[in-house]
């Protein structure tokens, strides 16, 4: 019966790693100039918990099957050196593959967010809000115009409380449902919430950043790959986070001129 | 028989007679004096200019206006000036069973390409009414009174093929703005008053319908503009006349 439970375990271990080194539920590729590390860092995660997990269910499948059963008389030896030794071996082992994960992934996250915006980023402004997310572009003037929550009336379609009638720089601001950008070109994404806690995701971008209710917070990253991609909202919101997403184009830049002409005629 | 029995039993039945007549008369020449009130109600001025509307949200809603774009409903202004959607109600001089009267009638609000169907529906306090949904997307409809008109609140999720919500509202109030929780550009109204109403049609020609004889002040009411009011006398079973002119802004 043990031998039978032995050998179930080790079945079950490699069955459970096979998908994960086959990549079958991989992710999706990466956009991203910034994604390598990110993706490394998923590997060398993979690996070491990899090994750490085939190791310990295979020793644990053949110590099952070495001792289980009776044997009357036989001393039981004791790991050499004792506990103590038991202890600092695990200390080692855990600490040095916690460590070594940790330099990778801070390398990775200081990538991102300890590096500024390039100057000549192009700023692009989202809002989330229950339950949708709306973009706003500067317009010709560069400029974004002030917010004025108190203005804000959905039904007229004043998602960011824009004052268009006296204020010049919202006058030419341009807001849309959909983000399009131009490929190969670093954007700054400037960020708020219009009400609670909500996340920006585009998993082949891997960008993933919360708004925080009261934080104006920015990403800055750069797609180098033209398609369609699906922005989710990753933070439970209410009732609507189910269905509250918004989509990503990433246009050659004259198909972006193009389409940013058309939405500034729909103003 | 004796002379004053037979005198008096014929009385009686004159008066019997006469009482029954009286009351059918009546009855008719009370029906007879429900009137009416026509009327146009126009723009002075530009129509403001209506945003089109950027479903991209949800793939489904896009699909459904592939041929036509959606457009903001806010002022709808046909092509002889006259405005659409506005509410007319009796909001002084209604006698107390006019007042609390319920049509028998159930109005639609229907939930049509990401729209709401009408824009403004119109009831009186206690009549039901049926909010449906025709689209093949999930809407979450959400009417908002305001606080301390002591009509409450709610939100119900109606999935794709879901039963018509049946439900009524308890307390006079113009207006409640209703929204979609999952497509932020959906927004109407619901207009409850008490007595008989009408809404403009694309032309914006109205007919109060079931106006007892009498003085009455007529309010219009578009959600832009706000209301206006006018002074009418209907006599019985006579159709009288108002117009109203909002100013475009």
Redesign the interface.
Known sequence: MARFFAVTIFVIAILSAIPIVRHTWWMAPDISTHGGPIDEQMVDTMWEAGISFLASQILLAWFIWRFSGDRPGEKTKNFPGGAKTVVWAAFLLVGTEVLALGVFGVKAWANVYFTPPAANAMPVQVQAGQFAFYFRYPGPDGTFGALHPEMISESNENFFGLDTANDADAKDDIVTAEMAIPVNREIHLLMHSKDVGHSFFVPELRVQQDFVPGLDLSVHFTATKIGRYEIVCTQLCGLGHYNMKAYLSVMSQQDYDGWLKKQAALQ | MKTWYKRTCAILSALVVSAVLVAVVGEQVKAAGEGSITGTVKLNGTAPHM????????PYCVAQHKDSPAK?E?VVVGSGGGIQNVVLYLSEGLPANAASAVPSQEPTFDQKGCLYAPHVMAVDVDQKFKVSTSDQT?H?IHPLPATGSGNIGW?K?QPPGAPPIETTWKNPEIAI?V?C?????M?GWHVVVKGPYAITDENGNFTIKNVPAGSYTVTAWQEEYGTQTAKVTVAGGQAAKADFTFKAK
């Open positions: 945003k089109g509307i950027d479903m991209s949200k949800d903001l806010n999930t979450n939100n999720s703005p929204k929780n999952i497509h932020p550009w927004h």
